[in-house]
């Protein structure tokens, strides 16, 4: 009697190895949350230098899972519904925790902070309506230089003087956020240029 053999399809195969990364984007962004809301009760103390390098490097965790997610999520086609939504969510707690908590450390202007949660606010009211009108806009080059430079930025500015031996080490911070605003509106007016078609074809 022949022996019979039972092989699993090769999909079959990618769908089991597959199935354990599902919800890793996910529980990313959620890591990131998490982080984001320590972050904002950590900068409410007063910031000895023990502690500010503690939440520089908190803060430099949070901003790395802001590539990491999105990186694994498209590596291994777990592109999820909840991770569109919470990723961008997630990116923009983390640096309006940032630029608000550093507001009373006399770090950060506050009509910087202003024109760039004010920005963020409306590019994801004209996403929203896009998505409405089925038009999806990928994240531009623009956009990824704009979140880099806010990261670098405000990180710098969270890191205490006096712990390494960098002169005008918050002067050099401020001044990458103020490249980070330049950007930030830049990459704005491109969103509103981008989706233009969208309330052209609503008025029509």
């Known amino acids: 009697m022949p022996s019979i053999r039972f092989t699993?399809?090769?999909k079959k195969k990618k769908e089991c190895k597959m199935k354990p990364m599902r919800h890793l984007p996910n529980l990313i962004t959620a890591a990131r949350l998490v982080l984001t809301a320590l972050l904002a009760v950590l900068l409410m103390l007063k910031q000895t230098k023990g502690l500010a390098v503690f939440c520089c490097f908190l803060f430099t965790v949070a901003a790395v899972t802001d590539m990491v997610d999105g990186y694994v999520a498209r590596?291994?086609?777990v592109v999820s519904t909840l991770g569109k939504l919470m990723d961008p969510l997630a990116d923009k707690l983390l640096v309006t925790t940032a630029l608000i908590m550093?507001?009373?450390?006399?770090?950060?202007?506050?009509w910087?902070?202003?024109?760039?949660?004010?920005?963020?606010?409306l590019v994801t009211g004209l996403r929203g309506i896009a998505s409405a009108a089925g038009v999806v806009v990928a994240a531009s080059g623009l956009g990824k230089m704009?979140?880099?430079?806010?990261y670098v930025g405000l990180g710098t500015l969270i890191?205490?003087?006096?712990?390494?031996p960098i002169p005008f080490l918050h002067q050099i911070g401020l001044?990458?956020?103020y490249i980070a605003l330049i950007l930030t509106l830049w990459s704005g007016i491109d969103y509103f240029y981008r989706l233009r078609r969208?309330?052209?074809a609503e008025e029509q």
């Open 102 to 110: 550093l507001i009373p450390l006399n770090r950060v202007p506050a």
């Open 112 to 121: 910087v902070a202003l024109l760039i949660l004010s920005r963020e606010l």
């Open 75 to 77: 590596r291994y086609g």
């Open 159 to 164: 890191f205490p003087l006096g712990v390494v």
């Open 175 to 177: 001044f990458l956020v």
């Open 146 to 150: 704009k979140s880099i430079m806010q």
């Open 8 to 10: 699993l399809p090769k």
């Open 198 to 200: 969208v309330f052209l």
